[in-house]
């Protein structure tokens, strides 16, 4: 990945670009390669490199090669793909490494967003910080222009490539290579709507989503990062039509029962998957069977597509050179995060809150997620994921706003569905449970879907900043 070229020359450039691929290419697109470095790392294959070396005092780089302090300090602002390499170098650089994990514990986010540079058009991929360590998952919004826009590598800001090629990438392509790649722990969701909503300190808070970009969207891609952390793990269950549900999902998640505690699930349906009854959505109770006594936070909706693995990508660049829309064929996407339960050091939870259609008012809004606030502890750390009714977006900046304020440490994204997934974790008192529902059905499809709401999820880890009131 070459360095973010200067403002002022990458317009230059942006401007001065006639290029245009020839009539013998065969291709319009492609998908990304991994840097030269990564990629050897990865294949375990020696790197032969053409470099000019420098003269340096042998004795100074050995002495600065083996001191603790002075080499952890050299990793610290390093990513995580560099970390991941240098861990390899020596015993005393691989427990540096595994001290920074421990400490550079905090999410960030991440945008790709269209922008212009003077008469020309460019799709700007920005970050609100270093991505640190390697991460446990990558939370992916995009809407619909998003998720298919494809744009040239020299339109694109920084590079993709060093140097820039003569061809187009798709922005999920970018994005994945950017943050997630070579891991595999990006669940990218696709709809109409997203909401995206970062710190007011961070670089990218100038992106956030307002209720009027809704009525005339830019492509936008949007996510949240979250690190690896003691004990924690993040699994994602993928089917691709209802005759793997027994297999994929009943049978995976009697196995992770065994050994886990469920603190987190993300729950991703397609229109597809409820061609014939909104009642399909029972299968998510069955976590209720499996760990009955413990509390779980559940947020989800009714959306248009959801990748999670790199073949989707590249068929999504295949689609594009092909001129037709990517739809991956996933009927389901469930994304878990769960604990050892032999475990005690992860200091990490989870809590869900509903607004239902009955919450409409502003005051009723803010005492709603007040409440919320005041019932679950807030961490050093946290993301929150707001997953709304497409019927709900005059009241987008209203729950941004509210939310922000009782959360303001916590970045916030999401999206906008045709029916929304949850549970209250904890449970409310006194909720008006007259809500307008989903299609024609009498009722909450046992307790977890409903419509005309908002579903916020709120994940937090490390150190508490305050405690629960209950």
């Known amino acids: 990945m070459a360095e973010n070229p200067k403002t002022s020359t990458f317009e230059e450039e942006a401007d001065n670009d006639d290029s245009s691929l020839s009539s013998s ?14 990629a050897a790392y990865v294949d375990k294959r020696e790197l032969q490199r053409d470099v000019n070396l420098i003269t340096c005092d042998n004795d100074l780089v050995e002495k600065v090669m083996n001191n603790y302090v002075i080499v952890k300090r050299i990793l610290r602002v390093l990513s995580w793909q ?22 550079q514990q905090g999410p960030a986010d991440c945008v790709i967003a269209l922008q212009h540079a003077s008469s020309k058009s460019i799709m700007k991929f920005k970050q609100s910080g270093i991505l640190y360590n390697e991460p446990l998952a990558v939370l992916t919004f995009a809407n619909e222009m998003g998720f298919n826009m494809s744009h040239k590598c020299r339109s694109i800001s920084p590079y993709p490539c060093s140097p820039p090629c003569s061809y187009e990438h798709t922005m999920v392509d970018v994005l994945q290579n950017n943050v997630s790649a070579p891991k595999n722990c990006m669940l990218a969701v696709r ?14 808070y100038e992106f956030k989503i307002t209720q009027k970009m809704f009525l005339r969207p830019n492509p936008f891609i949007s996510c949240l990062y979250i690190p690896m952390m003691p004990d924690v793990e993040f699994k994602v269950i993928s089917i691709r039509n209802v005759e793997e549900m027994q297999k994929k999902f009943y049978d995976v998640i009697d196995e992770l029962e065994k050994k886990y505690i469920f ?26 069977k499996v760990q009955p006594d413990i509390p779980y936070a559940l947020g989800g909706c009714i959306v248009e597509d959801v990748i999670y693995d790199t073949k989707s990508i590249a068929d999504i660049v295949k689609s594009n050179n092909e001129n037709v829309e990517f739809v ?6 469930v994304g878990l995060f769960l604990v050892p339960k032999d475990s005690n050091r992860s200091n990490f939870d989870s809590f869900s809150l509903i607004l239902n259609s009955s919450e409409w008012a502003k005051a009723r809004i803010q005492k709603s997620i007040n409440e919320f606030a005041n019932m679950v502890p807030q961490f050093e750390h946290s993301i929150a994921l707001k997953l709304s009714c497409v019927g709900r977006d005059q009241k987008h900046e209203i729950e941004l706003k509210y939310f922000r304020a009782a959360f303001p440490h916590t970045r916030i994204i999401g999206c906008y569905g045709n029916g929304e997934l949850g549970l209250n974790h904890p449970e409310r008192s006194n909720t008006d449970t007259g809500a307008k529902r989903y299609r024609y059905d009498p009722g909450e499809q046992f307790g977890i879907m409903y419509s005309y709401s908002t579903v916020f999820v709120y994940i937090g880890w490390g150190k508490l900043l305050s405690t629960s009131d209950t």
Request: glycine share 2%; hydrophobic share 45%; charged share 20%.
């Open 25 to 38: 290419d065969d291709l319009k697109c492609v998908k990304l390669s991994l840097p030269k470095n990564i």
């Open 82 to 103: 560099e970390k991941m390499i240098c861990k390899h170098v020596c015993s005393l650089w691989h427990s540096a490494v595994l001290a920074l994990l421990k400490e």
């Open 191 to 204: 709809s109409n709507c997203i909401s995206f909503m970062s710190l007011p300190s961070s670089p990218t």
């Open 263 to 288: 603190k987190t699930v993300l729950a991703y349906v397609t229109e597809a998957f409820l061609f014939h009854s909104v009642e399909e959505v029972v299968f998510l109770n069955y976590l209720k």
């Open 328 to 333: 991956s064929g996933s009927l389901v996407n």
